[in-house]
């Protein structure tokens, strides 16, 4: 049924372009909406491959003296080309083009979000082509500055979220390799703040979760002259994590939580508030939560976690026992962005 609804409105979509009722305009300003259409809810790839088609449809439609509609069109289908789950590399450089060559109309003809809108997925593209070396994860940052300046907190505050989160991912993404490295670890912490100016535990509890769990990431790993202070306020953002993460429901990303905690807590001292207290109780802490999370690990089938964690209990056990530990865990895949 989706594939015939699908084809159903491409086909209505083609009848329309070759109608000599509407003028081209009209005519690609339908086209576009048709595709948009399409894409909303795609059931498909087949359906955003379609909603692609018609963009180009609409383009080869669309007069030159209507830059302004051409321009939406093309950020439209960018969208498109980012959304095509077996598109690749070849659709996110497509996407890309698409954007590049709207963005200068855009900015100086259309309204501010709508550039801004294309300024972030630009981004995310740039962003999605970095992790393969294809794109520079300082443009995709740039673009998220572009658009934060329209999408500012009280008025488009979901937008404001969205571009700060992928502001921090992409500021912990640059190599720690130069001396601006800690810079960028303190603009990753601040984004994930501001995102908690605008989520909450009530309204958004999986974001909420998601974003307490990454920042409690970035605050552990920071390189900074005050670890301690680091290390407690990562521990409260997990605390706050584990009000929504838990065994039953959310047993991945709880064992994600607690097993990040643990990493916390082998670091501590006993006691905080005195640094000369030594590290046995917090060390025994940690190891309950690292065998709680390996067993859940274990269930779920995360074989290279299990065997991390196992590493760092191995670790623990000699710490306890006294025997001289050659260094701690570090930052691994278990402890990401769920």
Known sequence: MTQTLSTSQFDAAIAVAESDTASPEEKAEMLMEIAMGMQARPKTPDQLHQAVALYDRALATCPGDAPLLQARIRARQGTALQALPDGGLSALRKAQACYEQALPVLRDKARPEESAEAEMNLGLV????????????????????RSLRVFVRE???????????????????????????????ALAVQSFEEVLKVINLVDHPTEFAMIQNNLGNALQYASSGHPLDNNLR?????????????????PLEYANT?????????????DPDSPLSGRQGSLMRARALYDEARRIFDSVGQEGNVAVVSDALAEIELELTGASVAGHLTPNGHAGAI
């Open 258 to 270: 607690i097993s990040n905690r643990a990493n916390v807590l082998r670091n501590l001292p006993q």
């Open 126 to 145: 740039l962003q999605s082509m970095a992790g393969s070396g294809a794109a520079r994860i300082h443009d995709a940052i740039q673009c998220y500055h």
């Open 234 to 250: 990562a521990l409260a953002a997990y605390d706050e994590a584990l009000k929504v993460r838990n065994a039953r429901d959310t």
């Open 155 to 185: 008025t488009w505050p979901q937008e404001f979220s969205i571009l700060h989160n992928n502001l921090a991912i992409a500021y912990l993404s640059i190599p720690l390799s130069d001396e601006r490295s800690k810079m960028r670890e």
